[in-house]
Nanobody, 126 residues
Framework: QVQVVESGGGLVQAGGSLRLSCTAS????????MGWFRQAPGKEREGVSC???????YYADSVKGRFTISRDNALNTLYLTMKSLKVEDTAMYYC????????????????????WGQGTQVTVSS
């Protein structure tokens, strides 16, 4: 069966950096577009970034210039490199897989992502 597992979360001071990883198994990784989502306490889950099989990327305005999404198809692994972290980046971060070659214009649509991980917590302190 398909498994999606995130890692790399933790506690970091504002201005610091973290790199999240996500490993997917049980699927043909390079047939999928991959996304990162996050959910802060008391808020709805929101799209952070998406990358298609060829490496084209999409970002939420709130993270542009600070976060970088990347993938290694040989390792079935997705990454999110987060720099200049802010307190408002504190959230549970989820990795998700979408059975499409393209993120498309509505890449934040959660319903298009069929496989999800359990999440990894990122906490940014002031």
């Amino acid at each position: 069966q398909v498994q999606v597992v995130e890692s790399g979360g933790g506690l970091v001071q504002a201005g610091g950096s973290l790199r999240l990883s996500c490993t997917a198994s049980g699927l043909t990784f390079d047939d999928y577009s991959m996304g990162w989502f996050r959910q802060a306490p008391g808020k709805e889950r929101e799209g952070v970034s998406c990358i298609n099989r060829r490496g084209s990327t999409y970002y939420a305005d709130s993270v542009k210039g600070r976060f970088t999404i990347s993938r290694d198809n040989a390792l079935n692994t997705l990454y999110l490199t987060m720099k200049s972290l802010k307190v408002e980046d504190t959230a549970m971060y989820y990795c998700a897989a979408k059975a499409s070659r393209y993120c498309s214009g509505s890449w934040e649509n959660e319903e298009d992502f069929g496989y999800w991980g359990q999440g990894t917590q990122v906490t940014v302190s002031s």
